[in-house]
């Protein structure tokens, strides 16, 4: 069946914080080195926030560079959904300072919280706006400042982060005449909170009264990000009906580069078909897949009509894919 409406991404947009943090530079306040760190991540250098820029203002820079590609302006828009575990508030929304940062006029706006995979959520979410015809442009945001609670003493974990935002404008544009569907094909999206514990924040309003810190058990994460991303590109392949080998580009979730190459082996992809900026973004959650898809838009990598798939996981455990033609 053909939709009445397609989720066109008709801009993309990126934005990351001046301040460069190399490997080095954590060396001098960290137990650790560039090679450790290189060897086991990918990483060699993240972006970290002014203490004066909120999650919100990171959000609302990408989104001006997704709207400008776009074309189009802040009246246009008819929801902002934020992707976020950094809000600037535990509430309102981060979204809704989007809204106001950018001038949007009223209308829906709302955060969404689920890590690593937070932007594959949003994404889906506001498909399903635009498909039904609900709205006729969306924002989709991921952003995070997790510069903001990582844990200085646990060199395991606080080297691996980033700061920075992405964003996506999804448009509604009837289907084209004698031409393949584009846009948004098929989304897969999934959680199990059994295995929350080995990736989360320890803090949290009705807990701690704090924001707390990133914790997480690297050997478990790594072992279910390679076998649940890969699985989610199954399964969002099968569900369109799409071969491995018609994807273009596939635009991993950006953690670990072990990771990304293990994912593409067992999904027989080419190691040229996949995008990677983790050497200078290093894992910035909901950002990364559309940080990796900016770079790729913008450097001539990803062209109009070309397949991609997105995929990652994050704390909850969370996951999911989504399959686009750009």
Same mark, same amino acid.
């Given at each position: 069946m ?11 947009g990126?934005?990351?914080p001046?301040r460069? /943090?190399?490997?080095? &530079?954590? !060396?001098?306040? @960290?137990?650790? +080195?560039? #090679?450790?760190?290189r ?7 993240r ?29 246009d ?19 809704v ?11 829906i ?9 937070g ?25 995070d400042?997790l ?11 606080? /080297?691996?982060?980033? &700061?920075? !935002?992405?964003? @996506?404008v999804? +448009?509604? #544009?009837?289907?084209?005449t ?9 989304t ?9 514990d080995?990736?989360y ?7 701690t ?18 076998e ?6 199954f ?12 994807i273009d ?12 190459e293990?994912c ?6 080419e ?25 790729? /838009?913008?450097?001539?990598r990803?062209?109009?009509d ?10 909850g ?10």
């Amino acid at each position: 069946m053909v939709a009445a409406v397609e989720s066109v991404i008709s801009g993309v947009g990126a934005y990351l914080p001046e301040r460069i /943090v190399t490997n080095h &530079d954590l !060396a001098e306040i @960290v137990d650790t +080195s560039d #090679e450790w760190i290189r060897t086991r991540s990918g990483i060699e250098e993240r972006r970290f926030a002014a203490d004066d820029e909120a999650t919100s203002d990171l959000a609302a820079r990408a989104a001006w560079h997704a709207l400008d590609q776009a074309g189009l302006k802040p009246r246009d828009i008819g929801l902002v959904v934020v992707a976020t575990v950094t809000p600037d508030r535990t509430f309102p929304a981060t979204a809704v300072y989007v809204q106001r940062k950018l001038g949007v006029p009223r209308g829906i706006a709302f955060d969404i919280s689920a890590a690593c995979a937070g932007f594959l959520y949003a994404l889906t979410t506001a498909h399903g706006f635009v498909s039904s015809g609900q709205v006729r442009h969306a924002l989709v945001i991921g952003a995070d400042k997790l510069s903001c609670f990582l844990d200085w003493s646990d060199r395991a974990t606080c /080297v691996l982060f980033g &700061d920075g !935002a992405g964003a @996506v404008v999804l +448009s509604g #544009e009837p289907p084209r005449t004698a031409a393949p569907p584009r846009g948004v094909l098929a989304t897969y999206l999934s959680a199990d909170g059994r295995l929350a514990d080995h990736l989360y924040a320890d803090g949290g309003p009705s807990t701690t009264g704090t924001v707390g810190k990133v914790r997480m058990n690297g050997k478990e994460v790594f072992r279910n990000a390679v076998e649940l991303i890969s699985d989610a590109v199954f399964k969002v392949t099968e569900q369109a009906n799409v071969a491995r080998g018609e994807i273009d580009w596939f635009v991993p979730h950006q953690a670990n580069i072990r990771i990304i190459e293990a994912c593409a082996k067992r999904l027989e992809l080419e190691q040229s078909r996949i995008v990677v900026t983790i050497g200078k973004h290093a894992n910035t959650s909901s950002a990364s897949i559309p940080l990796a898809l900016d770079a790729a /838009v913008r450097d001539g990598r990803v062209r109009r009509d070309q397949l991609l798939v997105f995929a990652a996981l994050g704390g909850g455990l969370a996951w999911g894919s989504a399959l686009a033609r750009y």
